[in-house]
């Protein structure tokens, strides 16, 4: 029977077709950039699981840990170890582990920057069983490059939904354990204002640069 | 988690091909075994096909993750339920095609009719946005292959009525 063979001819260009077009759909959609923490929202939907914003999310920050140098500051995220290491010159201020994009999400691969900072926000997206509605995500760092443009949702925060960190688990963001998170959040340029719960980076105030490889 | 939202004020004749041929073709179904063109031993046949690629059709979505057009270009979709689940391949197609097969091992001109609608359905899915031309060529092909399995395993050829 030729029609299997058809069929599975048919399914290969559908998986190339959606491998050609998976950077036009990033890790979310951002409505707004306020980066306000919502205190009424405290559960979310992964994945067909209602999950709870855990009280460490809403937790005021104490320790601001800024650069302890002058020195160049950059994060590298590595895909095949995932790790997340941030570097001020050649001192290595934070390593942890982190979990990025699954197979059919995957975390583009290049040199970004950090094109805004929001203290917390909500995403939505996926469909199907893939679904996911959570406010309230932590310490978020969109980033951007010539090729993958801000719009398009890719960045680094906080998750509390999962705690497989280590393992591929997002829909293309870098996931940080919340404490990492909020280390990476308050060090990370461009500098956060006092008070402020978001921050764009400008050419007097440029997001620290991000390798992923 | 099927996430479906329903939307009437946007119904036009893209709307009707995607979300309501299908029905009809249910409908014109019972109506042509109403007047004695499908026989009766043979209604349980064509559902079952039909109802068989769509079974495989839901499988496959499972399977391949592939993102459905309008969620790539923001646009929203012209059917009449908004589709959340994966594109690859059409359950619509794939039920119409089972449907249009088994009618075909039956009655051959109103097979022939019954592709012709099926057809309209998967190109009123791709232009209401919600899937590419290859998931509806996915959608045909197991269509077919769904209802010609049933016929060969458990028929063997013998049961249907040719005209």
């Known amino acids: 029977m030729f029609l299997p063979l058809l069929f599975f001819a048919f399914a290969l260009v559908a998986l190339w077709q959606n491998n050609e077009l998976k950077y036009q759909y990033g890790c979310c ?18 994945e067909g699981k209602k999950v709870t914003v855990p009280d460490i999310v809403f937790k005021e920050e104490k320790n601001r840990v800024l650069g302890a140098s002058n020195a160049e500051k950059r994060i590298e995220v590595s895909l095949s170890e995932q790790k ?3 570097w001020e010159g050649d001192t290595l201020f934070l390593e942890t582990p982190v979990s990025t994009g699954l197979r059919f999400w995957p975390t583009p691969k290049g040199e970004f920057r950090i094109w805004i900072k929001l203290r917390a926000t909500k995403m939505e997206g996926g469909f199907g069983r893939y679904y996911y509605n959570l ?18 949702g890719y960045g680094i925060h906080g998750a509390y939904w999962h705690n497989d960190f280590g393992t591929p688990r997002s829909h293309g963001c870098v996931n940080l354990p919340i ?35 | 988690m099927e996430i479906i939202s329903l939307r009437l004020s946007s119904l036009s004749f893209i709307t009707f091909l995607a979300s309501f041929l299908i029905w009809l073709m249910y409908l014109g179904l019972f109506f042509w075994f109403y007047l004695g063109r499908i026989p009766k ?29 309008f969620l790539l270009n923001g646009v929203n979709p012209l059917t009449l339920t908004t589709p ?23 009655d051959k001109k109103l097979g022939i009719f019954y592709f012709f609608l099926a057809s309209l359905v998967g190109i009123g899915r791709i232009l209401s946005r919600v899937h590419f031309p290859v998931d509806i060529l996915g959608g045909a092909t197991l269509g077919i292959f769904a209802a010609l399995l049933l016929e060969v395993l458990f028929l063997k050829g013998k049961g249907l009525k040719r005209k």
Do not use: C
Not at chain 2, 95 to 106: E, K, V, Y
């Open chain 1, 179 to 213: 404490p990492a998170a909020e280390k990476l959040y308050y060090w990370a340029n461009p500098i956060l204002p006092e008070g402020k719960t978001s921050v764009r980076a400008t050419a007097e105030n440029p997001g620290t640069r991000i390798i992923i490889y």
């Open chain 2, 84 to 106: 959340l689940d994966n594109s690859f391949p059409s359950g619509h197609t794939a039920s119409a095609f089972g449907l249009a097969t088994a009618i075909f091992l039956i």
């Open chain 1, 84 to 86: 997340l290491r941030a």
């Open chain 2, 41 to 69: 031993r043979n209604l349980f046949f064509v559902l079952v096909s039909s109802l068989m690629a769509w079974v495989l059709s839901q499988m496959f979505k499972d399977l391949l993750p592939t993102v459905r057009p």
């Open chain 1, 135 to 152: 406010p309230n995500v932590p310490y978020v760092m969109y980033f951007e490059n010539d090729q993958i443009p801000g719009w398009k």
């Open chain 1, 29 to 46: 959609k951002e409505i707004s950039y306020e980066g306000r923490l919502d205190l009424a929202q405290k559960e979310g939907l992964f």
